[in-house]
């Protein structure tokens, strides 16, 4: 059985900084990409963030970019969020995600973590 399990979450100051780590297991598979989706009350689940196991590609949401960095350890199995530059409307439950696919697309990511609370005071 895959499991994503998130942790780093918590409470900062607006301009802080937070990492979030997923570690995977029970994987029986190659899995593509790790993904991290972020989703607010009444919101929609929106992508943040991703990377590729093999080559480490990465891609941003435009509105984290020059500020959050994705990266991941394979020997360990585990992806990682660093946070900078925080902002109030950075306050969402972030989840991890992992995806067969080149895709930003929250549908296409097969397996999922419970999520980790960010909150951002201004």
């Known amino acids: 059985q895959v499991q994503l399990v998130e942790s780093g979450g918590g409470l900062v100051q607006a301009g802080g900084s937070l990492r979030l780590s997923c570690a995977t297991s029970g994987r029986t598979f190659s899995s593509y990409a790790m993904g991290w989706f972020r989703q607010t009350p009444g919101k929609e689940r929106e992508f943040v963030a991703k990377?590729?196991?093999?080559?480490?590609?990465?891609r941003y949401a435009d509105s984290v970019k020059g500020r959050f960095t994705i990266s991941r350890d394979n020997a360990k199995n585990t992806g990682y969020l660093q946070m900078n530059s925080l902002k109030p409307e950075d306050t969402a439950v972030y989840y991890c995600?992992?995806?067969?696919?080149?895709?930003?697309?929250?549908?296409?990511?097969?397996?999922w973590g419970q999520g980790t609370q960010v909150t951002v005071s201004s």
């Open positions: 995600a992992e995806t067969l696919f080149e895709t930003t697309e929250e549908d296409e990511y097969e397996y």
């Open positions: 990377i590729t196991w093999t080559h480490g590609n990465t």
